[in-house]
């Protein structure tokens, strides 16, 4: 069987680096809020080519938390409007309804899967306040375009980037184009810690001090609170094992770009639509997704020849069951692209032979 992703398999390569740093924070008896937190931050931040980096316990809460901080800081409010993709994973739309703010659920571009400057520009309202684009499968958006569009109605902008560590446009990384920028560092993504863990980055000190409260208790001082904060911390644990494979990140992209090369060049078959990548940087293949009109038939045709493939999304954000009051938005190329959408296997750490079993899978699909 040809895995979707062997975590396994990626962490066995730094397994001594990955031992020894948790050894020394064993040894250290300093397990919440230390040195070895402070200096993933630091060198985070560089890695995105930001200012400030706020480690949280997940991707999820860095996003929340932003907003929310936004919020105490009087920038948001109750009821505001934020525009966000359809076709997202459900953590983006659910940090807006959490802060009791209004998603705007609007259509992607059908060839980048990333939200449309042009179908912003529709969608912006006079209450609307905030961007929040996600850098999906980790194709990085149309920031320029996007932060032009901020520029011109005052809009603060949330880069949902928790699928696109390293991706860039003209040299600027996921992480340093927006008002401030959600990171994951949930195991499976392209750097990924060994249980939960979450980031975010920004230029902005005011917001990185408010968020520094935010994920304490709301303390930027011990024993006083100056807002009602949750506990989002990410461990020493967490971060000595986030220090060991940010060390490898880019060696991790450029391997993911070598498979996505091979299945773009290898892959020729009509039945299976592949991806676009118009430029090298923007796109760092934490998913490498095709589409079908047949999608149950091609994914039972790949099982059959040994290849494990995910869909991501099954149900879009409008469709689940928790978000009932949006179950009537028309959203058609959203809901087609659910349909239609199958992950290859996508992997750092898979052959080439493996890849080129895979491709041989694609192929044979009648
Ligand atoms: C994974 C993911 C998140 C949430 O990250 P967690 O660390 O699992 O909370 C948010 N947005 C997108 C697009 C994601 O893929």
């Not at 809020?33 to 560089?46: T, V």
């Not at 149309?142 to 949902?160: F, G, K, R």
């Not at 060994?194 to 408010?210: F, H, M, P, S, Y």
């Not at 095709?290 to 045709?301: I, W």
């Amino acid at each position: 069987m040809i895995k979707f992703l062997d975590l396994q398999k990626i962490n066995h390569e730094f397994r001594e680096e990955l031992l020894a740093a948790c050894a020394s924070v064993i040894d250290s008896g300093w397990y919440i809020s230390g040195g070895g937190l402070a200096a993933f931050e630091r060198d985070f931040a560089r890695y995105c080519g930001a200012e400030h980096c706020i480690g949280v316990a997940n991707g999820l809460d860095a996003l929340v938390l932003t907003l929310r901080a936004w919020k105490e800081l009087g920038r948001l409010k109750d009821g505001d409007e934020v525009i966000v993709p359809a076709n997202t994973y459900i953590a983006s739309v659910l940090a807006i309804t959490e802060n009791r703010l209004v998603p705007v659920l609007v259509e992607p571009d059908e060839h980048s899967y990333n939200l449309s400057p042009t179908k912003v520009r529709s969608a912006v309202t006079e209450r609307t306040r905030a961007i929040l684009p996600v850098h999906l499968y980790g194709r990085l958006a149309d920031m320029p375009e996007l932060m032009a569009i901020a520029d011109q109605h005052n809009l603060l902008v949330l880069e949902d980037s928790a699928q696109a560590h390293g991706a860039s446009i003209g040299g600027r990384r996921a992480g340093s184009w927006g008002h401030a920028s959600g990171f994951s560092f949930y195991p499976g993504k392209n750097l990924g810690a060994l249980g939960d863990a979450g980031a975010i980055t920004t230029n902005d000190a005011k917001l990185a001090e408010v968020l520094c409260a935010l994920r304490n208790y709301g303390s930027h001082e011990k024993y006083k609170n100056l807002y009602t904060g949750v506990n989002s911390r990410l461990d020493e644990i967490q971060a000595a094992m986030l220090s060991v494979k940010l060390k490898y990140l880019d060696e991790h992209v450029s391997r993911r770009r070598h498979i996505a090369r091979a299945y773009l060049d290898e892959v020729k078959n009509p039945a299976v639509q592949l991806p676009t990548w118009e430029n090298t940087e923007q796109h760092v293949w934490h998913l490498f997704v095709v589409r079908s009109s047949r999608r149950s038939e091609l994914q039972e045709h790949l099982t059959a020849a040994g290849v494990q493939t995910l869909i991501h999304y099954p149900i879009p954000p409008h469709k689940q069951d928790a978000y009932r009051n949006y179950s009537s938005l028309s959203l058609p190329l959203t809901e087609r692209i659910h349909q239609e959408v199958l992950s290859l296997p996508m992997d750092p750490t898979l052959s080439m032979d493996e890849v080129g079993g895979v491709i041989d899978a694609l192929n044979s699909f009648k």
